[in-house]
């Protein structure tokens, strides 16, 4: 049985460990002491890793995949991190790499984007340079639009305040469908940067009407005194090569 080593097992990659335990041995990097217990208790190897412990990299990076997903807020300093991190002398000898970035690179301006759009550091510095460093030694960066869904559903933070743009449209990806992209380019050896975004654009307005009609939230107001922006992330790279998003839609991504 291969490894997968997660790191990064909040609301996504402890997710993931549950879909994939018994397809694979799960490693799990741990941010204190208290996550590690409650790792083992759930039945995975569990090895506590953060900027200032690095003790347990020789256990973390002995795995046949590697999935990085960690939230740049999370951290004081994430670039250091990232680079201590691929700088281990296991870190290029994993047979197969993930990291996961964030389609908040592309430009904020309308339009529709996809891997070849130009991106720069004005959108989102962090994660720009960390794709900069990253991307001769990854075999895989998912670029994901907002993460829904297990419990994520964007109307509940809007419920009952003012929304000035609600004509904007929305791009979002639901965590099952995410969860399936890796496992896909796990079995189809793919390697690349990949748009993970619905095929499906409500505007803000339409998709927080409705949620909150359907879960009993109370709605919020709409001004539309921002102007709306129609920027469009293209997920269909992933689709081209066999794909299929299970979840198109993010009205109904309740669940």
Not at 176 to 185: H, L, P
Not at 241 to 253: D, I, R, S, V
Request: glycine residues 6%; proline residues 4%.
């Amino acid at each position: 049985m291969k490894t997968l080593s997660i790191l990064g097992a909040g609301w996504l990659g402890l997710e993931l460990a549950q879909t994939l335990k018994d397809r694979y041995s799960i490693k799990l990097a741990a941010r204190n002491e208290e996550a590690k217990h409650r790792h083992r208790d759930l039945g995975f190897e569990s090895y506590v890793l953060t900027e200032n412990r690095y003790e347990n990299l020789d256990a973390l990076l002995s795995c046949e995949y590697l999935f990085i997903n960690y939230p740049p807020s999370k951290f004081n300093d994430f670039l250091p991190f990232l680079t201590k991190l691929s700088e281990h002398p296991s870190f290029l000898s994993v047979e197969k790499i993930f990291f996961v970035s964030s389609t908040s690179l592309y430009p904020k301006a309308s339009g529709i984007y996809d891997e070849k759009s130009e991106i720069t550091s004005a959108s989102n510095p962090v994660y720009y340079e960390a794709e900069k460093h990253l991307q001769k030694k990854v075999h895989v960066i998912f670029r994901c639009a907002g993460l829904m869904g297990g419990g994520r559903i964007a109307s509940k933070c809007v419920s009952n305040t003012l929304v000035t743009d609600g004509k904007s449209r929305v791009n979002h990806v639901h965590r099952i469908d995410v969860i399936r992209a890796v496992i896909f380019a796990m079995e189809h050896d793919l390697q690349g940067i990949f748009n993970l975004c619905a095929p499906m654009h409500p505007t803000k307005e339409e998709l927080y009407v409705y949620q909150c009609e359907q879960c009993r939230f109370v709605p919020p107001s709409f001004s539309d005194n921002v102007a709306s922006t129609q920027r469009i992330i293209d997920g269909r790279k992933l689709e081209d090569l066999g794909f299929a998003y299970l979840w198109k839609n993010p009205m109904e991504f309740f669940h």
